[in-house]
């Protein structure tokens, strides 16, 4: 996604503009701003293995939950906390108020580019309650994309889970189609 360029939900007004992009250093980090609507829950708790997450708020609260006992941290503005590459972590916004904040993703990630195919798929009229694909194959698509993986479940099993729905996708055609939310 190129430098300025936002892609919203249309149904939960979130929202993500690109500041720095992977292109603009070599995939060195992408560094993005998010709009959390009030009462956004946020992803289920999960790690990344490819990159560390820098979050830090800008207006508003966000509510940060880490490792496998998900001690909470409520951040304010100008406060940061890093998920490190394995570190266990989600985030909401539990206020009635908005939050913005910045993502930087060291080294870039995929998790604008999954979330560019999450909007896309939900401003189409495909998203279920929680704002992921409702298609099974899509929303696993959504979940290797982002890199992100879950406690509980065998990093293989995952792993595989995830090569067998990227390879149904794509001789099924359903890649391709996807590929349209990712032209800007």
Do not use: W
């Amino acid at each position: 996604m190129r430098k300025g360029h936002t892609i919203r939900d249309n149904r939960t007004g979130e929202s993500l503009t690109m500041l720095v992009s992977e292109e603009d250093n070599g995939g060195a980090l992408q560094l993005y701003r998010v709009h959390l609507p009030p009462h956004r829950p946020g992803p289920p708790l999960h790690y990344h293995l490819a990159f560390a997450e820098t979050f830090t708020v800008l207006e508003g609260t966000l509510d940060m939950y880490l490792d496998r006992e998900r001690r909470h941290m409520q951040l304010l503005p100008g406060e940061s906390v890093t998920a490190q590459i394995y570190q266990l972590h989600t985030f909401a916004n539990n206020a009635d108020v908005p939050c913005i904040m910045t993502v930087e993703t060291r080294p870039a990630g995929g998790v604008v580019q999954a979330f560019q195919i999450a909007y896309g798929v939900a401003n189409d009229g495909g998203a279920a309650k929680d704002g992921l694909p409702r298609n099974r194959l899509i929303r696993l698509r959504f979940i290797g994309i982002s890199q992100g993986f879950l406690p509980g479940v065998p990093f293989m099993l995952q792993r595989t889970v995830f090569a067998i729905s990227k390879f149904i996708a794509r001789v099924t055609g359903v890649e391709r189609r996807l590929q349209r939310y990712l032209a800007e």
